[in-house]
């Protein structure tokens, strides 16, 4: 049974720093992209940002480029999103997702960061 769990939300000041983590269990990590999604209260979840099964090519949603990045490590099954310059807006629930484009798409049970201004 695949388990995606996240870990590293919290509370932080605007212009503060948080690491997120994924750990994943099930599924063979190193066959699969993985992403980063966020629903903001009263919203829709969001893309954020998607990294390849090994690394090579990841993608951002605008509101973020240059401020977060996302990384890998195989050899721990799991997927790491480092957000910086952290503004009120980017508070939300933060969902890690394996084969975010995929037919088969998990979706952890989301961690929330809270952005103070």
């Known amino acids: 049974q695949v388990q995606l769990v996240e870990s590293g939300g919290g509370l932080v000041q605007a212009g503060g720093s948080l690491r997120l983590s994924c750990v994943v269990s099930?599924?063979?990590?190193?066959?699969?992209?993985m992403g980063w999604f966020r629903q903001a209260p009263g919203k829709e979840r969001e893309f954020v940002t998607a990294?390849?099964?090994?690394?090579?090519?990841?993608y951002y949603v605008d509101s973020v480029k240059g401020r977060f990045t996302i990384s890998r490590d195989n050899a721990k099954n799991t997927v790491y999103l480092q957000m910086n310059s952290l503004k009120s807006e980017d508070t939300a629930i933060y969902y890690c997702s394996l084969d975010p484009r995929g037919p088969g798409r998990v979706w952890g049970q989301g961690t929330q960061v809270t952005v103070s201004s």
């Open positions: 990294i390849s099964w090994s690394g090579g090519t990841t």
């Open positions: 099930g599924r063979t990590f190193s066959n699969y992209a």
